[in-house]
């Protein structure tokens, strides 16, 4: 009964929660992000804090650039668009009157009142408002974490350590090491599949002598960051800006977009996030799935390096089933073992976060060599 108890608990407390924890997990994600650059530069010669305000800086600059590129563009053809609707919709009703199993829906979109539309949209917008604040509270609250953890990596890593027992020290700093190239590899697949349909759309909208292109093309790539409603946010705005140009265009460039869009969700991300997360495209389409349901678009974003992660951290724990042989069987087990006596060895009475150095040290180690390092391979790090 208490453990049945307990596990009620832990559900309650994990749905309360479950906004805090998507926080944590994407401050995490964007700190495995960045740590590299930031990394890269203090082995350049700048100091810690200096490093993290250019790493931040040249973001927020980039993502500036890439807002003058696409929002001048998209909103001149948004007003275009406006200015033209009512001449699309006669237009639009005249093509569909040459049917007449479409005639009744060319009599609906001629009466169509386009006013009443932009007034429900207002409406909505303002209902969203409050909902939308909350959403940007946690975006800061995700990014001030990531800066926090960014500044001061030693004190954020001392703190795990400190409340993980020691034995499991250097397994946890695997973990560690095995989450940061999980983010890298997460990072790189999505920059491969935005680059990938950014192209295309340019390409498309090229061929075609479409205005704009690059700066559709551009918010192609951003928009394929959303997994759930990227595809529609990139279908939408290609549709409006042709449809001054003619149905057969509209329909010709739509449908090769959604085309791209099926080759891109059915072959190409399976095969980049299976390759650089290990997992198969069955267990994408499922975790995209379930982070969806759970999480909407936060959620699917955060989807796949979270499942490749608990499959991780299920291998560094070696959780065994009935009937498996148990470490001593294992050759890996015994070398980590061996590794972990090292450890303790070597931080015996020493701070966590002087440990977590060791740890770490080991970790890598064990990961390049493939095999557990000898004791003289890590000391303890000199005392300031």
């Not at 998507?22 to 100091?47: D, H, K, W």
């Not at 209902?127 to 939308?132: H, I, N």
């Not at 990596?153 to 695997?174: D, F, K, M, N, T």
């Not at 969700?265 to 390759?275: E, M, T």
Request: charged share 15%; proline share 6%.
């Amino acid at each position: 009964m208490l453990v049945a108890a307990a596990c009620v608990g832990a559900v309650w407390l994990l749905v309360r929660l479950w906004p805090v924890l998507l926080v944590v997990a994407a401050s995490l994600i964007l700190v495995g992000t960045l740590n590299p650059i930031v990394g890269a530069l203090q082995a350049r010669g700048l100091r810690r804090g200096a490093a993290v305000a250019a790493t931040l800086l040249t973001l927020a600059a980039v993502f500036a650039g890439l807002a003058l590129v696409t929002a001048p563009a998209l909103w001149a053809e948004l007003g275009r668009f406006v200015h033209e609707l009512p001449h699309l919709q006669g237009r639009v009703a005249t093509w569909l009157e040459r049917s007449a199993f479409t005639t009744p829906l060319a009599e609906s979109i001629r009466q169509a009142d386009p006013g009443k539309l932009f007034v429900s949209s207002g409406r909505e917008v303002f209902e969203l408002s409050s909902r939308f604040g909350a959403r940007a509270g946690y975006a800061a609250t995700t990014v001030a974490l990531a800066v926090y953890m960014l500044l001061d990596p030693e004190r954020s890593q001392g703190a795990l350590y400190a409340i993980v027992p020691r034995q499991y020290h250097v397994r946890l700093a695997r973990v560690l090491l095995g989450l940061e190239t999980i983010v890298g590899g997460y990072v790189r697949g999505q920059l491969i599949t935005s680059a990938a349909i950014g192209a295309y759309v340019f390409a498309l909208l090229t061929l075609f002598h479409m205005p704009n292109a690059l700066a559709f093309g551009v918010f192609a790539a951003l928009a394929d960051v959303l997994p759930l409603v990227g595809g529609a946010l990139t279908i939408v705005p290609i549709a409006l800006v042709a449809l001054p140009h003619g149905m057969p265009l509209t329909v010709t460039l739509v449908s090769l977009v959604i085309l791209y869009q099926e080759l891109e969700n059915r072959i190409i991300a399976p095969r980049v996030y299976g390759r650089v997360l290990r997992l198969d495209a069955v267990a994408v389409t499922i975790a995209l799935l379930v982070g969806g349901q759970l999480g909407g678009v936060l959620g699917a974003l955060l989807a796949l390096p979270i499942a490749s992660g608990l499959r991780m951290i299920v291998e560094e724990l070696r959780v065994e089933l009935p009937g498996q042989p148990g470490d001593a069987a294992d050759p890996r087990a015994r070398d980590e073992q061996r590794a972990e006596e090292t450890y303790e060895a070597l931080t015996a009475g020493a701070p966590a976060q002087e440990a977590a150095v060791v740890a770490v040290a080991i970790a890598d180690e064990i990961r390049k060599r493939g095999h557990t390092p000898a004791p003289r391979a890590v000391s303890m790090p000199a005392k300031p």
